[in-house]
């Protein structure tokens, strides 16, 4: 089962972990909890808002996982958030599946639709784009055999079609992609090639058969990169044996890091940039200065009211779209734990919280 979306992130235990971060529920925890809800309680009678500080001394954070989505057992190799832009709570997850096709759910959690196709190796998602005159969100994907580059439209309903796309021209083998940005009647995509390069493609309808997809900027990359994400301008780029790089729209390196990273996702907590990665040989989940990439936080995310924790992480994404309710007005994370072949979310707002406080 999934625990609902009206569960309210505030209460989130953001206290540094221990040695035994992943334990079973315990009488102790429970006591943690009703301690910090007479805390809570207190401070409201006070009329002060508990202040955002950072910490110097410790990186690690707790965060319980709001939900757990039902299982199909089988492995998400990419995931990405589809908003809905005639109300919140309408949002869809997408995951891309180790066996080939999608798999679409709901914000509860619930499978609704499972598109067979060819196996992806990541995602991106324009939710906003305009398809012949209509809103309608469209998901690209990178080929698992390099083939190239692939399309999908999703419907209201959840229903999954095929995207004829033009081919993309490219030096070779295309091993990832990453939304860059939308504009009117079209959108930009970040997709790595094999070797140390990777081009700007932009996807457009003109009216024919397929949409048009034209290359408008190449550069170069200081290793092969296999995942990517945007954040203020610069593209951060990820991949299992070479770190992490940030890199400017020419081409210049201005960071990296011997991180090993299996995804990686950004983001602004209350105005500070931060690079989320995971690391899928022990899970570890890491909040990087988006700057620097020094670290920031080592998050844990634990066993909710009732709802596993997060034990091996292998795949992210974020948004900060409102998903309705308490719990995902704020954006969501997501996650794909190989642990128990599921995907978990967790409250951005509970997230950014956890990332301030420290005691």
């Given amino acids: 089962m999934f625990q609902s979306r009206r569960f309210n992130p505030v209460l989130q235990h953001t206290t540094p972990s221990g040695a035994d971060l992943r334990r079973p529920w315990s009488l102790a925890r429970a006591g943690l909890i009703s301690v910090s809800l007479l805390a809570l309680a207190a401070c409201g009678n006070s009329g002060e808002d508990p202040a955002l500080v950072e910490s110097e ?6 965060v319980y996982v709001t939900a757990a989505f039902e299982s199909t057992n089988d492995s998400a190799r990419a995931l990405a958030f589809v908003p809905s832009t005639m109300a919140p709570s309408l949002g869809m997850i997408v995951s891309a ?12 959690g619930a499978l609704r639709t499972s598109h067979a196709g060819a196996e992806l190796t990541a995602l991106a998602a324009a939710p906003g ?34 995207l004829p796309l033009d081919a993309i021209a490219t030096d070779s083998e295309i091993r990832g992609v990453c939304l860059f940005g939308e504009g009117i009647g079209y959108v930009d995509l970040i997709v790595l090639e094999a070797g140390n390069s990777a081009l700007v493609a932009r996807v457009q309808d ?68 931060v690079v989320l ?56 994370l997501a996650f794909f734990d190989r642990s128990d072949s599921r995907i978990k979310v967790v409250s ?12």
Avoid: H, K
């Fill in 57 to 62: 001394d410790d990186t690690r954070r707790e």
């Fill in 206 to 273: 003109r009216g024919d058969a397929q949409l048009s997809v034209e290359t408008v900027d190449r550069f170069d990359l200081p290793s092969p990169a296999r995942s990517c994400t945007v954040l203020n301008d610069d593209i951060y780029f990820a991949a299992p044996a070479s770190g992490i790089a940030r890199v400017s729209r020419s081409g210049e390196v201005l960071a990296e890091r011997m991180e090993l990273a299996t995804g990686i996702a950004s983001d602004n907590f209350n105005g500070t940039p």
């Fill in 277 to 332: 990665t995971v690391n899928g040989n022990n899970g570890i989940v890491l909040a990087l200065d988006a700057e620097t990439l020094l670290p920031r936080a080592n998050f844990s995310f634990v066993d909710g009211l009732s709802t596993p924790g997060l034990e091996t992480a292998t795949r992210i994404a974020l948004t900060d779209q409102s998903y309705g309710f308490t719990a995902y007005s704020d954006g969501i």
């Fill in 129 to 162: 784009f305009q398809l012949r005159g209509e809103a309608l969100p469209l998901v690209f994907g990178s080929a698992a055999d390099g083939s190239g580059l692939l399309g999908y439209a999703i419907t209201p309903d959840f229903e999954i079609f095929d």
């Fill in 97 to 108: 599946t180790r066996d080939g096709g999608l798999e679409l759910f709901d914000a509860d």
């Fill in 348 to 359: 951005r707002e509970a997230t950014i919280r956890s990332f301030f406080v420290s005691e």
